[in-house]
């Protein structure tokens, strides 16, 4: 390491004890903001995901008119499994939607039983590639089952439109808060910065007298404001563990739903954009709280 | 060493230097004296490129100080040691530190910063003091770190903005006999000053300056 590189360092390190108190604060604004960045970042990684695997799991139910004969349905089932983006069909027999409804719904058995077994109409599931189940590509996929033979096709296009357009509304709302926590709180810690940088103005202005660069003298305030974001970011991703650990232990318990054991925590790139986010704060806000005060200095 | 061609510092109308021409060669060793507001201070900050001149040719070292960018500035001054009244030292850093300022900022390494920093502290008569604090010294002994940490670069000019003006007449004169050992190694000496008494007891070239004027070099 040159000793130029050491010299910053050294500044950088004594400048962190020495001011404790503002640099705790500092690295405490950037934990609260990464904090937020990093539950912004759960949600929305966890509704991603979510909505993949409900994409994986959507299928078409195409529903048999009652005057379509039994073996030109196994014909339409056979030739609608040969398609590229189907992975699976099923054909399901007017009895066996009879039965499985009084499995699922027992209080409507006795009625279901005097309805007759051929009440409901026989159905194909069609189970989709990833991509064919997309919300486009499922809608033209449908479009292609014969209105003859078909009398009902549902796929849940309604829902699907309508969860899209909340995630959009989310990354969106999303956006703006974080741009306004951002800016909010680097004026925070620009302030807090600028607070040591005043602490330290006696001793600047002699290192600009003897012939410091700007970058000399920025450098150290630049080092501490990385480690505060390191701070910052690591105390964020406890917090975020923690608030994890708290919110699938109380979502199990309150409704046992299967869905809050898949409530996963972050991914490492997305804490690598954690650390990130919380190091960039912490330098530009140095930056611009050392700019200002040097612009001052002759 | 220092050419002024007919410098001017206006601050909005007011005057702090009108037309001054002068020039001072390499190992000189001079005073820039007059009443208070006469323009000592603002030559001597013009030197170090603390202000530019309005009007005007400035060159201290051949290097045009009038035309001088910011990005340029710090390589100036690595060239001039500057002293001042209030001595402008870090009460929180020791005599060691404080000197090795000067060379930390130039990338040298420890090993250098210490031996530079003990042979001029033992220049200005403080070897061995170098882990003590600032607070706990006399003004004389302040002011005599400040001159060490001007020197500890080796610099070719040495300004001195009023070094002897928060001391008495026996710390002026050791502060004075130390600048003088100092321009006797070739170093050009400019102290800004309106100590008669110190002047006669050390006489050496005078730039006397009257509302802005140089009225006698």
Redesign the interface.
Known sequence: M???L??VFRRAFRSLW?NAYLNSVSAGVIAATTLLFGVYLAVQFNLNKMVDTWDRDIHISAYFHPDVPENRRFDVRDEIATRSEVTKVRYVSSEAANEWMQVRMPAMEDILKELGSDTLPSSLEISLTASAARPTAIDAFARTLSVTDFSDVDYGQEWIEKFQGFMAMLKLLGAIMGSLILVAATFLVMNTVHLVVYNRK??L??????????G?VMAPFLVEGLIQGLIGSLLALGGLAAVHRLLVARLKDAFELAVTADLQFLPSSYIALLFAAGSILGVVAALLAVQRFLSKV? | MIRAYHVTKRYGDVHALRDVTVKLGKGEFCYVTGPSGAGKTTMLKMLYGAVQPTEGKLLVGGVDVSRLSKRRLPYLRRNIGIVFQDFKLIPTRTLAENVGLALEVLGTSRDVIDRRVNAVLGIVGLRGRGHEYPPTLSGGEQQRVAVARAIVNDPSILLADEPTGNLDGAMAIEVMEILQAINLRGTTVMVATHDTGLMNRFPFRKLRFEAGRLVES
């Open positions: 040159s000793p130029r050491k010299h020495e006696e001793e202005e002699i290192q600009k007298l003897v012939g410091a660069t700007e000399y002759t």
